[in-house]
Nanobody, 123 residues
Framework: QVQLVESGGGLVQAGGSLRLSCAASGRTFSSYAMGWFRQAPGKEREFVEAISSSGGSTYYADSVKGRFTISRDNAKNTVYLQMNSLKPEDTAVYYC????????????????WGQGTQVTVSA
């Protein structure tokens, strides 16, 4: 069992940057694959990025590839999402998730979720 707490969201102008953090409780953080998902008003929750437990493999949605970077620091029990060149369409609630199984783009493969942090990108 892990608890996840996101932080770092806020309001930013288009073209700007934000760094989201997800702090995890427990001693088993390093055994979980971690993912970032987002949900905009009226839309399904969608995959953003994911990283394997070791950090050796990463996966990116086409919509964010080249702009967003996922990373993790297992010593700090923290996963990050560096978001650059933000666009208004990136506006959403961003969720951190942890999964037992292999790193996946499918939200149903994740077992634990944070409460989300709002990211708003103004035009």
């Amino acid at each position: 069992q892990v608890q996840l707490v996101e932080s770092g969201g806020g309001l930013v102008q288009a073209g700007g940057s934000l760094r989201l953090s997800c702090a995890a409780s427990g001693r088993t953080f390093s055994s979980y694959a971690m993912g970032w998902f987002r949900q905009a008003p009226g839309k399904e929750r969608e995959f953003v990025e994911a990283i394997s437990s070791s950090g050796g493999s990463t996966y990116y949605a086409d919509s964010v590839k080249g702009r967003f970077t996922i990373s993790r620091d297992n010593a700090k029990n923290t996963v990050y999402l560096q978001m650059n060149s933000l666009k208004p369409e990136d506006t959403a609630v961003y969720y951190c998730a942890a999964g037992f199984s292999a790193t996946s783009t499918n939200p149903r493969m994740y077992n634990y979720w944070g409460q989300g942090t709002q990211v708003t990108v103004s035009a």
